[in-house]
């Protein structure tokens, strides 16, 4: 007989208690924070069949710009086609399988193969076998370059950041982003600016990526971790935001706008709803990706998984005119992206913590408040759901 592997065991049992009312659910069990297979089948299950965020436009700015990236051990490429289009090829090459790209860059015609010189065009064609038929002969009856493309992969680019479904399966990109564009209407076709290094950082966790989805869903823990945040936008002012099986997250009320010394503040896009000038809202579209929008900026954060307990979050700060990326502002960009890297670093050490938690005999998921953690809840259900469904 068989043994049952803990993943199975798992998720035969344990995940009904994730899909439950908030106050009967426990969290996702230690295993899906600990286990190394496990995050096989979360790839399988949970990355490929959705839209995955692996990267932003802005870091491809010209047409023929490509950068090769990865996801789970997936090895993709990104680039800006000659009608400025961003595509997303797997990055191998057809023939012998090499790595097609290991770095960024730029180039007015092809991608290059450097092990036989099998040269792609920026929409995936084989366009040149150089001596494939033999020495000097550049074809080969049995090599038909029309099907010997680069593979591509599925890709929408929604707010400059670039989404992928791996396995090619998921609904339409429009219908998948269409509750949370319902949400932020009012900045539907509002140009996201990035002006460049001001406005990027990163940080290196020591956590599950799902971790750091968990904590940002929530404001609970804004008046220990965020206690300069907590002095001006306090627990009382924020609020649940939950779409089931989409995004969840919280908002401010009290926003405030960054100002300097004079009084000056970012340029605030004109004729949205007034909510926006006191509101600021925070979301985990699940599955990778966090944002944040406000009436002057907006900003996205990147969670990429490196292994089971390592994940690099990859932050852009965006604003919505184009003054606001002028010279004239560069003081004040710089203190907005100090001000958000504080704030992001404060929650560094309780996802850490987190992570070494779920290394403990004494705890396998633990409980939710039914008051202030349900946006955390709704998406461990959606995690739960996506591990459910047959592969
Ligand atoms: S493996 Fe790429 S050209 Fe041979
Ligand atoms: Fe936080």
């Excluded at 950068?67 to 997936?74: C, I, N, S, T």
């Excluded at 493309?149 to 998921?170: Q, T």
């Excluded at 100090?338 to 850490?352: S, T």
Aim: aromatic fraction near 10%; proline fraction near 5%.
């Amino acid at each position: 007989m068989n043994e049952i592997t803990p993943i199975e065991k798992m998720l035969h049992g344990v995940l009904d208690h994730v899909d439950r009312p908030v106050a009967e659910a426990h969290g996702l069990p230690n295993t899906c924070y600990t286990d190394a297979d496990y995050l096989k089948l979360e790839r399988e299950r949970v990355f490929a069949p959705n839209w995955a965020c692996i990267g932003f436009g802005k870091d491809l700015p010209k047409k023929g710009d490509y950068k090769p990236v990865e996801l789970l051990g997936q090895p993709l490429l990104i680039l800006r086609d000659q009608d400025d289009q961003i595509k997303v090829f797997h990055n191998v090459c057809s023939h012998r399988g090499m790595i097609l790209v290991e770095e960024a860059g730029n180039t007015k015609g092809v991608l290059r193969c450097p092990y036989h010189s099998w040269c792609y065009s920026l929409n995936g064609e084989l366009a040149m076998t150089p001596h494939v038929g033999g020495p000097g002969n550049n074809r080969h009856e049995d090599v038909d370059p029309k099907k010997h493309g680069l593979r591509e992969v599925r890709s929408a680019v929604w707010m400059d950041v670039i989404f992928i479904n791996l396995d090619g399966k998921a609904e339409s990109f429009e219908q998948r982003i269409a509750p949370m564009q319902e949400r932020w209407k009012d900045f539907l076709g509002v140009e996201v600016i990035h002006t460049g290094e001001d406005s990027s950082f990163s940080f290196d966790v020591n956590c599950n990526w799902k971790l750091a989805v968990e904590n940002y869903c929530e404001s609970y823990h804004l008046p220990w971790i965020h206690p300069g945040l907590n002095s001006y936008s306090r627990l009382e002012d924020h609020y649940h935001i939950i779409e089931d099986n989409d995004y969840s997250g919280q908002g401010s009320e009290v926003f405030q706008p960054l100002k300097d010394e004079n009084g000056k503040r970012f340029p605030r896009i004109e004729g949205i709803d007034e909510k926006w000038d006191t509101s600021s809202e925070y979301t985990a579209l699940y599955p990778n990706v966090l944002l944040g929008i406000h009436n002057d900026h907006f900003f996205a954060i990147q969670l990429e998984p490196k292994s089971i307990d390592r994940t690099v979050e990859h932050v852009e700060l965006y604003y919505l005119k184009k003054e606001a990326s002028g010279e004239d502002y560069a003081d004040l960009r710089k203190k907005n992206a100090e001000n958000w890297h504080e704030v992001f670093a404060e929650d560094i050490f309780v996802v850490e913590g987190m992570q070494k938690g779920r290394n403990s005999e004494g705890f396998d998921g633990g409980v939710f408040s039914p008051a202030m953690d349900t946006p955390t809840h709704a998406f461990h259900i959606w995690v739960a759901r996506q591990l459910a469904k047959a592969a």
